[in-house]
Structure formats: C-alpha cells, structure tokens
C-alpha cells in the first residue's frame, strides 16, 4: 500500500506512514512535524532564523489508515489507472480538510468531484 500511495502522489513534501487506525477514521490524514511546524511560526513572527535558511521546507507526514475501506479498495484495484485516481483523489480530500488544497488544485479537485456527480 505504502509503495502505491507513494508512486501515486510523487510529492516530497509528504511521508507516507501506514497506521491501522479504527475503520471508521479517515482513509487519509495529513499532520506537520512539531519541529517544522514551530520553526515556520518563529519564522513567520520574525525569529527563526538561526539556521540560515531563507525558509523552511513545507513538510508533512501522510497517514494512510489501512483499515479503511477505501484502503482495502485501493488495493482490491487491478486498474493502475483507476489506483491512482483514487489515492490522488484520498489525498485531494486530505489537503482539504488542512487549508492545503488551493488555485489550480482545488478548481482540477472541484471540476473531477463534479465529474464523479454525473456518473
């Protein structure tokens, strides 16, 4: 699951992690490392800048909840077509439920939601 998911998204931002959370929990869950986190608010408040660094890299720990359905149906998947789609659009979902998802990404996940209406 964790290769799946990591081929699908091709993003450095994000580590995959697998945790078996209760089935009822979401598929998909995006948090930010405490370290990062901090530094980016210090950053932001004037401070921070001890390391030299114009900025610090957005980073984020993507846990992915195998005992999900929508896990279980990822890898119940034969078409890799249809794998990716649904692990893009778990992650689209994700970054949503953060504030992360905007401009062009949030008018493509808009648009594909609208598609996914109609059938």
Do not use: C, H, W
């Amino acid at each position: 699951m964790k290769k799946n998911v990591e081929e699908a998204i091709q993003d450095s931002k994000f580590t995959v992690q697998l945790e078996d959370l209760d089935s009822n929990d979401a598929p998909f869950t995006i948090t930010q490392p405490e370290f990062m986190r901090r530094m980016k608010e210090m950053q932001a408040t004037g401070g921070g800048g001890m390391f030299g660094m114009g900025g610090f890299p957005e980073m984020y720990n993507l846990v992915v909840n195998s005992n999900s359905e929508l896990s279980n149906q990822i890898l119940k998947t034969e078409n890799a077509e249809e794998k990716e789609s649904l692990i893009k659009y778990a992650l689209d979902l994700a970054k949503l439920s953060q504030n992360l998802l905007k401009g062009k990404d949030l008018t493509d996940f808009i648009q594909r939601s609208y598609k996914q209406l109609e059938k």
